[in-house]
């Protein structure tokens, strides 16, 4: 079975604050993915992962950073909080095309 | 990607299989059908996947219309934990730039005790 472990299920943060949220497979999966989801805004793309050191901006890149310098580890970084990043963050890993994507538990970030 | 529709909400005895359809009439002939669903304040998790033909797993069996433009999927015997919402999506691929999942409104599951 596919394992995604997402660093922490609950965080709490003040605005201005650097925050880093980690995603880990053990899969070895090429390509990673992070989202937020929010109520009535359904799975939007923040930034994803083809390979180790690649990234590419997804649709809503502004206030986000990302980090892959292994495969199995792909990391999320907000610059400085901010509160309208307050969301459920979701990783998720895919094989290739035509496979699923699996996602891990989620953080819900509070961003006070 | 297709657009799909699904009902918003259903009920089901605890026990009793349960029945989700998804219309997606669509669909392109290179596009595949995936069932994922979202317990409250849990990631999505994968069910299962098909092209054209039924398929099953431990989880669930999926039914698609020879014409592919609907699908069922099947949880043989609901219980209490598969209470959650249920997510259809279709998604075809041209490149690891549409690789990107979106989820619609899905369909909310509340299995009856």
């Known amino acids: 079975d596919v394992k995604v472990t997402q660093s922490s299920r609950y965080l709490v943060k003040r605005t201005g604050e650097k925050v880093f949220l980690e995603c880990v497979q053990d899969?070895?999966?090429?390509?990673m993915f992070w989202y937020r989801q929010d109520p009535g805004l359904g799975l939007r793309l923040i930034y994803f992962s083809y390979d180790v050191k690649m990234k590419e901006k997804g649709d809503i890149p502004e206030g986000y950073s990302v980090s892959r310098e292994k495969k199995e580890r792909f990391s999320l970084i907000l610059e400085s909080a901010s509160t309208n990043q307050t969301s459920m963050y979701l990783c998720?890993?895919?094989?290739?095309?035509?496979?699923?994507?699996?996602f891990g538990d989620g953080t819900r970030l509070s961003i006070l | 990607d297709a657009k799909t529709t699904q009902p918003p909400s259903m009920d089901c005895a605890e026990g009793r299989a349960a029945n989700l359809p998804c219309n997606h009439s669509?669909?392109?002939?290179?596009?595949?059908v995936y069932w994922y669903r979202q317990i409250h304040s849990q990631g999505p998790q994968y069910i299962i996947h098909g092209l054209k033909n039924n398929e099953t797993n431990e989880m669930a069996s999926l039914i698609i219309t020879e014409d592919r433009k609907s699908s069922t999927l099947i949880l043989p015997h609901a219980t209490l934990r598969d209470t959650a919402v249920y997510y259809c999506?279709?998604?075809?691929?041209?490149?690891?730039?549409?690789?990107?999942?979106?989820f619609g409104k899905g369909t909310k599951l509340s299995v009856i005790p």
């Open positions: 669509t669909i392109s002939g290179n596009e595949y």
């Open positions: 999506i279709v998604k075809g691929y041209s490149g690891a730039g549409s690789y990107q999942l979106t």
């Open positions: 899969m070895d999966h090429e390509n």
């Open positions: 998720a890993t895919l094989q290739g095309a035509f496979q699923p994507q699996h």
